[in-house]
């Protein structure tokens, strides 16, 4: 399906980012993954690469400007393109967990509202302007953001800036039409106990493999599909809303 594509998973040693990692190495791509992580970057690169992909690791934090342009340099200077770029890593709240709420917004530091926001908001940003050139060079390319709303008190630092990936994933999709780049936003459907939440969390709670090929084939779509949020109904991809 996508035999030779180069992806770029940003968030990609854990959770959810592995997930769509081990999605894409099936689907015969080429994996640059990107984490701050380093041991489980490893950890997981080698866990594709038992898989039969061909594989990338970069070290690399999304809120600084510097590294995530190094990382895509890297990227293009070892494969030679970047053909989708998948912006995952973010801060989640991860309350169904079990874990305690963050603060309301009355009560909450503003250095931790910065942190979220410079991290799922501003690390899109970052590596979807990095990739762009490389993109528009080649008249192609998909960059797959991802959404997710709901919940309920704490959760405005989160929410909010999964709604502004919304917006801003509209904006770069105009832009970039006539390059023939196509940008969509995904919603992975529910909230996700992965391998790091409490094992009680994960016997009541879907994991990883809930969100299925969704993000393989958001990387697929038409130009049709671009500015628009995506999820799966029915086994296949339909806009949301």
């Given at each position: 399906?996508?035999?030779?594509?180069?992806?770029?998973?940003?968030?990609?040693?854990?959770?959810?980012?592995?997930?769509?990692?081990?999605?894409?190495a099936?689907?015969?791509?080429?994996?640059?993954?990107?984490?701050?992580?380093?041991?489980?970057?490893?950890?997981?690169?080698e866990?594709?690469?038992?898989?039969?992909?061909?594989?990338?690791?970069?070290?690399?934090?999304?809120?600084?400007?510097?590294?995530?342009?190094?990382?895509?340099?890297?990227?293009?200077?070892?494969?030679?393109?970047?053909?989708?770029?998948?912006?995952?890593?973010?801060?989640v709240?991860?309350?169904?967990?079990?874990?305690?709420?963050?603060a309301?917004?009355?009560?909450?530091?503003?250095?931790?509202?910065?942190?979220?926001?410079?991290?799922?908001?501003?690390?899109?940003?970052?590596?979807?302007?990095?990739?762009?050139?490389?993109?528009?060079?080649?008249?192609?390319?998909?960059?797959?953001?991802?959404?997710?709303?709901?919940?309920?008190?704490?959760?405005?630092?989160?929410?909010?800036?999964?709604?502004?990936?919304?917006?801003?994933?509209?904006?770069?999709?105009?832009?970039?039409?006539?390059?023939g780049?196509?940008?969509?936003?995904?919603?992975?459907g529910?909230?996700?106990?992965?391998?790091?939440a409490?094992?009680?969390?994960?016997?009541?709670?879907?994991?990883?493999?809930?969100?299925?090929?969704?993000?393989?084939?958001?990387?697929?779509?038409?130009?049709?599909?671009?500015?628009?949020?995506?999820?799966?109904?029915?086994?296949?991809?339909?806009?949301?809303?």
């Amino acid at each position: 399906m996508l035999d030779g594509k180069v992806v770029i998973i940003t968030g990609g040693a854990k959770g959810i980012g592995r997930y769509i990692a081990l999605t894409f190495a099936k689907a015969g791509a080429k994996l640059a993954l990107a984490d701050i992580d380093m041991a489980r970057l490893h950890t997981t690169g080698e866990e594709m690469r038992a898989l039969g992909a061909e594989v990338l690791t970069v070290t690399a934090d999304v809120r600084s400007e510097g590294e995530v342009k190094s990382a895509v340099d890297r990227v293009v200077q070892h494969f030679g393109r970047v053909d989708v770029l998948v912006n995952n890593a973010a801060i989640v709240p991860h309350f169904m967990w079990g874990i305690p709420r963050w603060a309301r917004v009355r009560d909450m530091e503003q250095s931790f509202w910065d942190r979220v926001m410079d991290t799922n908001l501003g690390g899109t940003f970052r590596f979807t302007k990095q990739v762009i050139p490389h993109m528009e060079q080649q008249r192609s390319g998909h960059i797959v953001n991802l959404y997710g709303g709901g919940g309920g008190p704490g959760a405005a630092a989160y929410v909010v800036s999964k709604e502004a990936i919304k917006t801003f994933s509209q904006f770069v999709a105009v832009e970039e039409e006539e390059f023939g780049v196509c940008v969509v936003t995904v919603n992975p459907g529910a909230a996700i106990a992965t391998e790091d939440a409490p094992e009680e969390a994960r016997q009541r709670m879907p994991g990883p493999d809930f969100v299925g090929e969704r993000f393989v084939l958001a990387a697929q779509v038409g130009m049709e599909y671009t500015g628009k949020v995506l999820t799966m109904k029915d086994g296949a991809l339909v806009i949301e809303g």
